[in-house]
């Protein structure tokens, strides 16, 4: 078992850069998958990036280019560095475990956050 506690959302505007975080409790994150995903308003909950044990890191073609995932084993912590961010990047944003080594849908997760909200006003 283990909790993902996210941190680091809020309200920005259009162009602005967040850094989300992610702290593991219980387990080290190092033996996971990890991910974010985001969720809008009326939408379904939608894959963002992934980064692997190896910390090899994918991205969905939204945020490619703008969007940076990155972990610290030594904070059992996952990050998640947003620039140039959109109206259209509004959602909350989910931390995510996973024991597969590529996730990109909701079925691949094991663990997940309670989410952090962001907003991009235009």
């Known amino acids: 078992q283990v909790q993902l506690v996210e941190s680091g959302g809020g309200q920005v505007q259009a162009g602005d850069s967040l850094r989300l975080s992610c702290a593991g409790i219980?387990?080290?994150?190092?033996?996971?998958?990890m991910a974010w995903f985001r969720q809008a308003p009326g939408k379904e909950r939608e894959f963002v990036s992934g980064?692997?044990?190896?910390?090899?890191?994918y991205y969905a073609d939204s945020v490619k280019g703008r969007f940076t995932i990155s972990r610290d084993n030594a904070k059992n912590s996952v990050y998640l560095q947003m620039n140039s961010l959109k109206p259209e990047d509004t959602a909350v944003y989910y931390c995510?475990?996973?024991?597969?080594?590529?996730?990109?849908?909701?079925?691949?997760?094991?663990?997940w956050g309670l989410g952090t909200q962001v907003t991009v006003s235009s």
């Open positions: 219980g387990r080290a994150l190092r033996m996971f998958t």
């Open positions: 995510a475990a996973s024991g597969r080594s590529d996730v990109g849908l909701r079925a691949d997760i094991d663990y």
């Open positions: 980064i692997r044990r190896t910390s090899s890191t």
